[in-house]
């Protein structure tokens, strides 16, 4: 796992994240760390739990990303 509260950023040979269902709101520090990190064109995967993808949503919206009420049923 990788921690970016105490790191600040997303180190360089990092090329894809999975964020899986995060429980907590994200620290200025990760949501800076993120955004940075998908600005210089890294690749993500956020896993939110129905409804709670407002935080996900603000973070992706200025890259031009449409976050929706999609379910995938296994």
């Given at each position: 796992?990788?921690t970016?509260?105490?790191?600040g950023?997303?180190?360089?040979?990092?090329t894809?994240?999975?964020?899986a269902?995060?429980?907590?709101?994200y620290?200025?520090?990760?949501?800076?760390?993120?955004?940075?990190?998908?600005?210089?064109?890294?690749d993500?995967?956020?896993?939110?739990?129905p409804k709670?993808?407002g935080?996900?949503?603000?973070?992706?919206?200025?890259l031009?990303?449409?976050?929706r009420a999609?379910?995938?049923l296994?």
């Amino acid at each position: 796992p990788l921690t970016l509260g105490s790191s600040g950023a997303v180190p360089e040979e990092i090329t894809t994240l999975i964020v899986a269902s995060p429980k907590k709101p994200y620290l200025a520090e990760e949501r800076r760390a993120l955004q940075q990190f998908l600005e210089r064109g890294g690749d993500a995967v956020f896993l939110v739990e129905p409804k709670e993808s407002g935080e996900v949503a603000e973070l992706v919206r200025p890259l031009g990303i449409e976050v929706r009420a999609d379910i995938i049923l296994d």
